[in-house]
């Protein structure tokens, strides 16, 4: 049964990890990654991994679909960065 | 009592929020917002202000901290890019 609060995360969870699309898209089809930084998509990848963990832990199904998501659109990026630059 | 998923979910809050940090420093630093996406982060801002409303209603510190400070941060860069464009 999903509840008010549990919209309002799952709301959440689609904003703030649409808002990580642009840079994925425009990463892809450009193959520049000049400007991004690998020790600050490492460190940010990290913390996503744990804000899964801790989101499992929760059974929050709004954070559990945000940092997956999120977790792999930053692998992505770094992939990205390590095979381009 | 701060049992051992609290502990994670606080290195998680503490590391997404210093992923955060070198972009308020350059643009506080430089007052070049010219590659600042408003919508971006009017949109963003939006979202972390919905994912701290959750955090509040699950009660969980972690949550509260990150999007608070998160919160301030990018709404910080919303009036550096208004003032500065």
């Keep these: 049964m999903i509840n008010f609060y549990e919209i309002i995360g799952l709301v959440a969870a689609i904003i703030t990890t649409a808002s990580f699309l642009p840079q994925v898209f425009k990463t892809y089809k450009t193959k520049d990654t000049s ?16 804000w899964l963990i801790y989101g499992i832990h929760l059974k929050s199904l709004p954070m559990i679909l945000a940092n997956s998501i999120t977790a792999i659109l930053s692998l992505f990026l770094i992939i990205m960065k390590l095979k381009y630059k």
């Design 35 to 50: 400007g991004l930084s690998l020790t600050m998509y490492l460190t940010f990848f990290v913390g996503i991994v744990l």
